[in-house]
């Protein structure tokens, strides 16, 4: 009835709740999504919530694994558990600043990028989103 798993089964369901970073499905599909969108989508339909909000919507999902790897390779990560909670409202709080405040200012930018607060809208509800996908992998 209830079996005992050995040790290299335990090591290997342990595996399973480690956060993939670069293989995590939700970033791949993100993606995939993100390529499709740029190179088909946009060019070919005329849809303004895909050329104004879809990828920062997939913001989050696309960018926050590699940020996250990098702080695994820099020791400054020492689990691989999913994104917590905080991780994910800090690098919220970042990239709205970033994308919505600081870059626009930039002189370099010279009206390439606007500030446009329902990018934050977007960033969130894709944050929340992803959030819910990496808690409900565990």
């Known amino acids: 009835m209830c079996e005992k798993k050995t040790a290299s089964e335990n090591r290997f369901s342990v595996s399973e709740n480690r956060f993939r970073y670069l293989g995590d499905t939700l970033f791949l599909v993100s993606l995939f999504l993100w390529l499709l969108n740029r190179f088909f989508l946009r060019p070919n339909f005329d849809f303004y919530p895909l050329s104004a909000w879809w990828t920062d919507f997939l913001c989050v999902s696309i960018t926050l694994p590699p940020v996250l790897l990098l702080l695994k390779l820099l020791r400054a990560r020492p689990e691989d558990e999913p994104p917590t909670v ?36 977007a960033y969130t509800v ?12 565990i």
């Open 126 to 137: 894709g944050g929340i989103f992803s959030g819910i996908w990496w808690k409900s992998r």
């Open 86 to 121: 905080e991780e994910i409202m800090i690098f919220l709080l970042i990239i709205s600043f970033a994308f919505e405040i600081l870059f626009p200012l930039l002189p370099f930018a010279d009206g390439k990028t606007y500030s446009d607060p329902l990018d934050i809208v």
